[in-house]
């Protein structure tokens, strides 16, 4: 027998519909988080995802649907950027800060090379420029909820150092290493760009989220903590400066140690 019942939340300024499904069907389906303002836009969005067996919560403004997300797991997310309250820059930077890393689809009003650049660089893994096709939507929203769950699963390896983001372990030529919760974001942070000079906002941000108050130096500080127990012991020494701009996890080129910059 098939049972669905809607119920509100009491969100502020914002109604949220939950359609929860007991039918064995749906507890397969996957579950979608739609943030959008535009009324028209979101019932479309809604209506069509749940035709097509997604289990689907709304939210009408950005931090609403940060407050949502929060408390929810989701296994994609359509942002619309152009949000009430938080804007969708705002809502993919506080997610990611607060590790969460349900993929996000965002929704752009125009082609705007600058915007889908930002957006992808705060954390938004596709976009789609308004109007598109459902079918489109559908396509892409199964393939970055696929990839995701790929690498939620994948521990990351660089050189001799693995990082198993489940189990929250780091070992360094198979020798066990103790983090602290700030020491493993920023690992996690720099290993997952290897090669890559992350940039200090990106990192301040990750490890303290959007609002921090950090001082610059705190972030230094961090690092050089980070380095005596990754670095020190070792004579390859993996997390690299890049002066002025941020810092960089080498990548290891050979076995005799040469780094990537
Ligand atoms: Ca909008």
């Known amino acids: ?72 797991q989701f296994d994609s997310i359509v942002l619309d950027i152009g949000l009430p309250k938080l804007n969708g820059y705002g809502v993919i930077c506080a ?25 992808l660089e705060m954390g ?44 929250h372990s780091v070992t360094r030529n198979n020798q066990s290493i103790d983090l602290t919760r700030n020491e493993f974001l920023l690992l ?12 200090r906002q990106t990192l301040m941000e990750f490890v303290w989220g959007p609002d921090h108050a950090v001082r610059p130096n705190t972030l230094d500080f961090l690092v050089n903590s980070l380095r005596a127990k990754i670095d020190t012991p070792y004579s390859r020494k993996l997390i690299g400066t890049v002066r002025g701009a941020g810092y960089v996890f080498r990548r290891l080129a050979n076995a005799h140690g040469e780094a990537a910059r």
């Not at 990839?147 to 150092?161: L, P, Q, Y």
């Open 1 to 72: 027998m098939c049972q669905i019942s809607n119920a509100y939340l009491n969100f502020p300024d914002c109604r949220v519909f939950i359609f929860l499904y007991s039918f064995p069907r749906y507890r397969r389906a996957m579950r979608i988080l739609v943030i959008e303002d535009e009324p028209r836009m979101l019932e479309l969005l809604r209506k069509g995802l749940y035709e097509r067996d997604f289990t689907v919560m709304t939210a009408a403004d950005g931090e609403t649907g940060l407050e949502i997300s929060s408390t929810h």
């Open 124 to 167: 938004a893994d596709d976009y789609l420029t308004k109007p598109f096709s459902f079918a489109e939507l559908v396509a892409r929203l199964q393939s970055i909820t696929r990839r995701r769950r790929h690498e939620e699963n994948s521990t990351i390896e660089a050189g001799d150092v693995v990082v198993d983001p489940i189990r």
């Open 188 to 199: 996690v942070c720099l290993a997952r760009r290897t090669g890559q000079c992350v940039a």
């Open 95 to 119: 997610l990611r800060s607060r590790g969460l890393m349900a993929p996000v689809l965002m929704l752009t009003a125009r082609d705007a090379e600058d915007d889908i650049i930002r957006g």
